[in-house]
């Protein structure tokens, strides 16, 4: 196990790493990450197949859109279990915080799938039609469990990237997408009559995917990990949270942005293309993004050991997603796929690839902040990021609202526009904080030891 770091050590007696290790390391991360946008086809080509596809697929988005909040929390157990997790005594801890964090997550299910809340939720603020509310709370009833399972696996996940056998996340999305298809073929032939089956095929596939990570991170718990490491701090499930909380909030913040982005929109010129064009871009965006989401693992799992080399890896993979998007943004790549895969024609197309090529703004400073949250959460100062995401989230209003009063003819682009500023505000108080920190350390003649 790697002892303990501290950020800036000199790492001149420490093995060095080479890129090779790094990239071995690194793309099975990024690979699991891109095809968890196959489970969404694989669910929407189901529901599609339904006698009412509009009715079903509108009710499932709905319960996803809730789901997508409370799965949030149990994301999260990744980044703690891989920054705090060395020894066993420190996994109980992180699994009790799990626990309690997970019984919640089902409380507030069952509130919203058998009680009155669920009424108040969708019907509120959700703004769903009565005669709606009730299937979309039978389809959450089934996807309430996917968050739980969701945590599981994260937790596990935890253990596994630490130890670096990250190709066995690869290894559960594939046999997940496999699962998930098969159930797809039964459901297909059998008849898809109602919006719960996404559901279920979504937690059926949640299930095989924490299935594998809990058989892996078991064995890596009960042959790798050592009962106590020494001088490793963390063995109470308050120090975890103390850990986790910043991140849940920072979470919960970053939950207002989407919204109100969407509200903004509907006030511009041409409102539902407005809407319709900065969702296709966005959804191309974050396709681009989502395999280099995993960057701040490397500065996790790296930065003790060998930081140069770590800061060498960032810089090859920081420009990475601006050339991919540039490349579909100034190319018949880019209209090749808004119009096929995605469906954009004629005004739409134009208005999506315009909204397109200003998230070229945010794919740039994107890879930077993940790299900067990475070194926030090794030095175990998460609550920075509470203030760097409430920043983020200052200004993404701020501008959405300049915008629609100045110019609302842009359209869509006044939502990626307002996003990206977003993003280059949260990296630049981040990396202003951080900068602060290192030169008070060094005025003082002392290094912060880091999580670890």
């Known amino acids: 196990m790697n002892d303990q770091p501290v950020l800036g050590e000199d790492s001149a007696l420490r093995p060095r790493i080479t890129l090779v290790q790094m990239f071995i390391f690194f793309i099975p991360l990024g690979l699991s990450s891109s095809l968890v946008t196959i489970s969404h086809v694989i669910i929407n080509g189901t529901l599609t197949r339904s ?130 298809y098969a159930l797809s073929r039964y459901y297909i032939a059998k008849g898809v009559d109602s919006s719960q089956v996404g559901a279920i095929i979504f937690l059926f596939g949640m299930m095989i995917e924490a299935g594998v990570s809990v058989w892996e991170g078991m064995r890596l718990y009960r042959k790798v990990l050592p009962e106590k490491k020494p001088d490793h701090p963390y063995e109470k499930p308050a120090q975890i949270f103390s850990f986790y909380r910043p991140l849940l909030y920072s979470s919960l913040i970053a939950v207002i942005i989407g919204p109100s982005i969407n509200i903004f929109l509907g006030k511009t010129i041409d409102a539902e293309r407005s809407i319709a064009a900065f969702a296709l871009a966005s959804s191309v965006c974050q396709l681009v993004l989502s395999f280099f989401s995993y960057l701040h693992q490397i500065v996790l799992n790296f930065y003790r050991q060998d930081p140069r080399q770590v800061r060498r890896f960032t810089l090859l993979m920081a420009f990475v997603p601006s050339v991919l998007l540039g490349i579909m943004s100034f190319t018949p790549l880019g209209a090749w796929v808004m119009t096929h895969p995605l469906g954009a024609k004629e005004l739409l197309l134009e208005e999506s690839l315009k909204a397109l090529r200003l998230f070229l703004i945010m794919t740039i400073a994107f890879t930077w902040l993940d790299y900067v949250n990475g070194l926030l959460m090794l030095k175990g100062q998460t609550k920075v990021m509470v203030w760097s995401q409430a920043s983020n989230v200052t200004v993404t209003l701020l501008t959405l609202t300049v915008c629609l009063l100045a110019a609302p003819q842009l359209n869509g682009r006044i939502g990626v526009l307002a996003q990206s500023l977003g993003i280059v505000t949260e990296l630049a108080f981040v990396a202003w904080t951080l900068r602060s920190t290192l030169r008070e350390d060094r005025k003082n003649g002392a290094s912060l030891p880091l999580s670890g």
């Not at 109980?92 to 799938?113: I, K, N």
């Open 51 to 180: 006698p009412n596809p509009e009715a079903i697929i509108a009710s499932y988005a709905v319960a996803m859109s809730l789901l997508g909040i409370t799965e949030r929390p149990a994301i999260l157990l990744r980044q703690t279990c891989s920054a705090l997790v060395r020894d066993r005594v420190s996994f109980r801890a992180v699994s009790r915080v799990a626990f309690y964090l997970l019984t919640g997550v089902l409380l507030f299910g069952a509130l919203v799938s058998y009680t009155g809340v669920g009424k108040l939720v969708f019907g509120t603020l959700f703004g769903v039609n009565g005669e709606q509310v009730t299937p979309i709370m039978h389809v959450y009833r089934v996807a309430m469990l996917v968050s739980f399972f969701s945590g599981i696996r994260c937790l596990f996940h935890g253990i596994i990237i630490f130890n670096k056998r990250t190709f066995w996340l690869t290894i559960g999305m594939v046999i997940r997408l496999i699962g998930m």
